[in-house]
């Protein structure tokens, strides 16, 4: 478990099957993270976290509010290469009540703290929507630059859009975190 100001990560259980199934299923809450905004059955749902719980190369953690135990969100590390030292990290904030007050941004600091500290990455990268500048915004905060763009890669709404990529190497956030 890591704790925050205001919340804590915990490791995702398969009970939290019910919980990611509501938010997996709302298009609202997965347009802006999801390649595909598909419906899943429970049965599939049920399948992913536990192939997720399970998983050698990732490492996902529910988002918890401190105060009253609600679940905000999920995070995780995902393609984990201890070898190369690198992984990628994602974030949703499934429950809406949430959006916008900051809880991505403590839970991600507290995941990129986790990766550099703890498990001694080298490189955290990730892929963001280039209309979801809110979330550009929020990593650039942190501390991660654009790597690059995949052009029109995304179909949405009738139009194509980019991906950006960012990364953020250890040195970098050790040299920040030296100076906060």
Same mark, same amino acid.
């Given at each position: 478990?890591?704790? =925050?100001?205001?919340?804590?990560?915990?490791?995702?259980?398969?009970?939290?099957?019910?919980?990611?199934?509501?938010?997996?299923?709302?298009?609202?809450?997965?347009?802006?993270?999801?390649?595909?905004? @598909? +419906?899943?059955?429970?049965?599939?749902?049920?399948?992913?976290? &536990?192939?997720?719980?399970?998983?050698?190369?990732?490492?996902?953690?529910?988002?918890? @509010?401190?105060?009253?135990?609600?679940?905000?969100?999920?995070?995780?590390?995902?393609?984990?290469?201890?070898?190369?030292?690198?992984?990628?990290?994602?974030?949703?904030?499934?429950?809406?009540? $949430?959006? =916008? @007050?900051?809880?991505?941004?403590?839970?991600?600091?507290?995941?990129?703290?986790?990766?550099?500290?703890?498990?001694? +990455?080298?490189?955290?990268?990730?892929?963001?929507?280039?209309?979801?500048?809110?979330?550009?915004?929020?990593?650039?905060?942190?501390?991660?630059?654009?790597?690059?763009?995949?052009?029109?890669?995304?179909?949405?709404?009738?139009?194509?859009?980019?991906?950006?990529?960012?990364? +953020?190497?250890?040195?970098? $956030?050790? &040299?920040?975190?030296?100076?906060?």
């Amino acid at each position: 478990m890591f704790l =925050g100001e205001r919340i804590y990560l915990r490791k995702v259980t398969e009970e939290d099957a019910l919980t990611y199934h509501r938010w997996r299923n709302d298009p609202e809450v997965m347009e802006n993270t999801s390649l595909t905004l @598909d +419906l899943f059955t429970y049965k599939e749902t049920t399948e992913f976290i &536990q192939s997720i719980a399970e998983s050698a190369t990732s490492k996902s953690y529910f988002i918890m @509010d401190k105060e009253n135990d609600e679940p905000i969100g999920i995070t995780s590390l995902i393609n984990l290469d201890y070898k190369n030292r690198n992984s990628e990290c994602i974030i949703d904030i499934g429950n809406k009540n $949430y959006w =916008g @007050d900051g809880y991505g941004k403590e839970a991600m600091e507290l995941l990129v703290q986790y990766s550099f500290r703890e498990l001694n +990455l080298h490189k955290l990268y990730l892929k963001v929507f280039a209309f979801n500048t809110r979330a550009i915004r929020l990593y650039e905060k942190i501390g991660f630059e654009r790597e690059g763009e995949l052009k029109d890669h995304l179909f949405r709404n009738g139009e194509w859009h980019n991906i950006v990529e960012m990364a +953020l190497f250890q040195d970098k $956030y050790l &040299q920040m975190e030296s100076k906060v």
